[in-house]
């Protein structure tokens, strides 16, 4: 099986073996020292010294989390959107009751910071920018340093307590992201993606500004509250019961991502990136992004002219073991992706590509 | 190692092995066989034709979730306390802006279902009854079937839509719980506890009158919201991704559990809850709950004179790798607790009263 989705990612077999442990109390000393060792490898990885949190919930919820813990309802808030899961982002703060100015970019393209600065001029009384770094529904990464430093700008210009609050759920751990250069207060990550775990963790970054607002912010929360994360951390424990098996997995992947180093992995996700878009132009397909933006996790491709997609993904999987995923939203029948981050080389994509050129004939 | 809590509970080893398969699409066909006959399982052990839904989360985002789902802010509700999870339940309900009459019994004691009565009686705009069924912080299991019948009473006398939600994250799958027949509208539990699964998924049972309720409920919801969850479930997924591992392992339990049969598995909690009981008092110990309704799961024992309760736990931890539970909240020094739910007979309670003896000295 060749499961080339943006997650759930394969899973290196030390973290399957991982996966088997008995349970412990999730009260007692062995779990306090997971968490403490968790904590401080997640800590290198999104390049920060801020707090991270351990959520036992998906990407989804995580995204979640930074809404109700940092807003009040009513708030003002801009959201770049350029995709299903900057619509999801911005349908959460809906949900929520907070006023979002959504900036609405063209599926395929890049979330602009000029457009980004111009709407954070227009409205003095927002209090964050959203934005999804790598827009998994179709395979672009916004230029997410160019965006901080609109950001920072608008601090520099007396906004001190501006919010960044970055989606990073498919970009964080394959995609150079330095959550205090960049000085992102809220930075959302998930097990299944980068991260080589199984699903139901997400990861989140609260930066000193964040717990500042945090503090003040009225949404409902109790589940996902910030504070009694951290505070229950400092006891080496998580508020309510964490998703053991997978804190295991997570621990397993961080050595291997450890191992290997933060810049080897960037480094050979960006190979990967390419040599999959490569391979898809070699096989005469026509990438669906922006190039200048491409994503080094995950590539979506025209299907092309007088071909179903779901027949086409079909014998992929029945005749080939490729599982590749379909398009989301509006291009759902125009689109396929391949997930390339996590566990994955360039021979992963070769098999991939194999299978992909016979069933096309 | 003798993991002796009220959850995470021991895991079988056909469960560890389900844990460590790989990754699969969660849009995928799998998914979707996995998911159905989980939910079946599930079903016949909620005894209820009700849906039953799987949300990727702990016990208490299981319980957020059923008052996110059921309530507008300032709905009034009766909950019945007496112990932490019935103080955790209501703390949710109040961060959640709903109007809470706390029923408070004494720890250790049951609710009274006159008491519930009196209290419906007294408030007739009261839109449900909240109660916890096994009070894991002091092994005392409420009397659901009387209390049940207080709600039934109270919907024949015209208040057809009055609400009965049920925490039942340390009684379900361990003690009988007859969803439909005693018309629980909302019944919580979770994958750790008498499931012998791994913490990260809780299971919902949602009745037709709470799916009124939900419709009309306007308390803010995403990450928890049932119809998403159904809708979601009636095409063979979950609105987010899922922790598929744990799906994995709560098929491997639901397995187990089948073959069993839930008469016997019932007979055996309640064999051993009276062995135990009766294995503490012949140590010289007393209980901590009335021993009317001691229960079956969860044994609370009164710490004996000159004794410090962390070091009797440090000891049969560290000497004979037997782990039991500390107290919680003010009765915190006072007691222990013995989990015996899920995957337990009375052999790993006489390993844990040997070392118990040796220990005492």
């Known amino acids: ?113 000029a457009v980004i600065a111009a709407a954070l001029q227009a409205d003095p009384a927002a209090k964050a920018l959203l934005v999804t770094h790598n827009e998994t529904s179709t395979g672009v990464t916004n230029d997410l340093a160019a965006i901080a430093a609109v950001v920072q700008a608008a601090r520099a210009q007396g906004r ?24 992102c207060d809220v930075v959302v990550t998930c097990a299944q993606k980068a991260w080589m775990t199984p699903p139901g963790l997400a990861m989140v970054s609260v930066s000193p500004r964040a717990w500042r607002a945090q503090a003040a912010a009225k949404l409902p929360r109790f589940y996902f509250d910030f504070a009694r994360a951290k505070s229950s951390a400092e006891k080496g424990a998580t508020p309510w019961t964490p998703a053991i098996s997978l804190f295991y997995g997570l621990q397993a992947a961080l050595d291997l991502m450890a191992a290997e180093g933060l810049p080897a992995i960037f480094a050979r996700h960006r190979r990967v990136g390419q040599h999959t878009r490569a391979a898809i132009k070699a096989l005469g397909l026509s990438l669906f992004a922006d190039e200048a933006h491409a994503s080094d996790t995950v590539t979506a491709v025209r299907v092309p002219d007088g071909i179903a997609v779901k027949n086409l993904l079909r014998r992929l999987r029945e005749e080939h073991g490729v599982i590749l995923a379909g398009g989301q939203g509006a291009i759902a029948e125009q689109i396929f992706r391949i997930g390339h981050l996590g566990y994955v080389t360039e021979a992963d994509i070769d098999q991939a590509m194999a299978a992909m050129r016979t069933v096309l004939g």
Chains 1, 2 share one sequence.
């Open 160 to 183: 001190d307590d501006l919010l960044l609050i970055v989606d990073a759920v498919s970009s964080l751990g394959a995609i150079d992201l330095p959550t205090d250069r960049w000085d």
């Open 1 to 113: 099986m060749n499961l080339r989705l943006p997650g759930p990612t394969p899973l290196p077999l030390e973290v399957c073996a991982a996966l088997a442990r008995p349970m412990i109390n999730h009260r007692g000393p062995e779990f306090a020292a997971l968490l403490a060792q968790i904590t401080a490898r997640l800590q290198e990885v999104f390049q920060t010294q801020n707090d991270v949190l351990l959520l036992t919930t998906s990407g989804t919820g995580g995204l979640e989390s930074a809404i109700v813990n940092e807003f009040s309802a009513g708030d003002h808030i801009i959201m770049a959107v350029n995709g299903t899961f900057g619509e999801r982002f911005a349908a959460i703060a809906v949900a929520y009751g907070l006023a979002v100015t959504r900036l609405d970019f063209p599926p395929g393209q890049a979330a602009e910071p």
